[in-house]
Nanobody
Framework: QVRLVESGGGLVQAGGSLRLSCAASGIAFSIDSMGWYRQAPGNERELVAVITSRGSTNYADSVKGRFTVSRDNAKKMVYLQMNSLKPEDTGVYYC???????????????WGQGTLVTVSS
């Protein structure tokens, strides 16, 4: 019952920057971890970055030092600041959230529809 909507993708030159946003909506839930995945045509979806409810972060080795994930718990949003972009960063970026319905211990998973990031040489 949690809906995620991404925004901020686009076309940029190598070395440029983009900031992706993801908004979560719904009722009677709390969010644990939120993160970003990406998928290029013909490739499998891969983890880019994740952030816990307390702010602990983890990144794929390929983006460390260039990408920064952050969140606003009050607004139930997560962001991905992408700097020094490379052509190999091209792909559809998906927002992800691990959440728990209020009143139960069950962990559920939500995915957004994705936003396209294209980095030209």
């Amino acid at each position: 019952q949690v809906r995620l909507v991404e925004s901020g993708g686009g076309l940029v030159q190598a070395g440029g920057s983009l900031r992706l946003s993801c908004a979560a909506s719904g009722i009677a839930f709390s969010i644990d971890s939120m993160g970003w995945y990406r998928q290029a045509p013909g490739n499998e979806r891969e983890l880019v970055a994740v952030i816990t409810s307390r702010g602990s972060t983890n990144y794929a080795d390929s983006v460390k030092g260039r990408f920064t994930v952050s969140r606003d718990n009050a607004k139930k949003m997560v962001y991905l600041q992408m700097n020094s972009l490379k052509p190999e960063d091209t792909g559809v970026y998906y927002c992800n959230a691990d959440y728990r319905p209020i009143g139960g211990p069950t962990l559920a998973l939500a995915w957004g529809q994705g936003t396209l990031v294209t980095v030209s040489s």
